[in-house]
Structures are given as structure tokens and as C-alpha cells.
């Protein structure tokens, strides 16, 4: 059975540091592309980060520099680390996978990208 199952989300403040965490169970993450989403209050869901299958990483524009994405294979897990949080990166954070080629995983970015495979999401609370 398919899981994905994110933690690490909570409340801090600008200028922060918070780790998101994703474990998956059902297949190998290393064989998809994966990815982190979020949705903010009254915004659509849009794709941040995404690992390739060759893990090269990509991201939005609103996050690169801030953000990182990376896998722990022999754990198969997803992780984002976020550091120099704003009020702006207030959201539900998603994890997800696709089986897009290696190539074209960073088509996820800037959309609501209709991946395989879903988290439940993490609720992450900047404070100015």
C-alpha cells in the first residue's frame, strides 16, 4: 500500500529554520519524482522543490536559495529543509510523487501538478 506520511511542520519565527520530513512506504522514492507542494490560505496548491530520479534538484523562484530537497535512500525518505523563514511560507506543506521521467520532474514547479501520489500535508506557521 502507497503511503506518504509527512512530519516535521509547526509554528516559528521569520528568519527560522524548520525540516520537513516524508516517509514513503508502498514503493522506492528514488524511482519517481518527487516533490514538496504547499497551499496557502486562499491560494492554489503549487509544486516548490522537486528531486529527479538522477537526484537533481529544482525549484520555484520564491524558495531557491531558502530551500533544500533532498532523499535519504536507504530510509526512503523525502526531507525539505527551510531556513530563513518569512510569513509568506505560512502553508499546508505537501509531499508527492510522479513517475515523470528524469528529465522533466521540474514541470511540477510553479502548478498544482497532478501527481500519482499524495501526502496529507503539514501545517507550517511563520510569525513575524
Known amino acids: 500500500q502507497v503511503q506518504l506520511v509527512e512530519s516535521g511542520g509547526g509554528s516559528v519565527q521569520a528568519g527560522g529554520s524548520l525540516t520537513l520530513s516524508c516517509a514513503v512506504s508502498?514503493?522506492?522514492?528514488?524511482?519517481?519524482?518527487m516533490g514538496w507542494f504547499r497551499q496557502a490560505p486562499g491560494k492554489e496548491r503549487e509544486g516548490i522543490a522537486a528531486?529527479?530520479?538522477?537526484?537533481?534538484?529544482s525549484y520555484a523562484n520564491s524558495v531557491k536559495g531558502r530551500f533544500t530537497i533532498s532523499r535519504d535512500n536507504a530510509r526512503n525518505i523525502l526531507l525539505l529543509q527551510m531556513n530563513s523563514l518569512k510569513p509568506d511560507d505560512s502553508a499546508n506543506y505537501y509531499c508527492?510523487?510522479?513517475?515523470?521521467?528524469?528529465?522533466?520532474?521540474?514541470?511540477?514547479?510553479?502548478?498544482?501538478?497532478?501527481?500519482?501520489?499524495w501526502g496529507k500535508g503539514v501545517l507550517v506557521t511563520i510569525s513575524s
Open positions: 508502498g514503493f522506492t522514492a528514488s524511482t519517481y519524482c
Open positions: 508527492a510523487a510522479d513517475r515523470l521521467a528524469g528529465g522533466y520532474c521540474y514541470l511540477i514547479l510553479g502548478q498544482n501538478y497532478a501527481m500519482d501520489y
Open positions: 528531486i529527479d530520479t538522477n537526484g537533481n534538484s
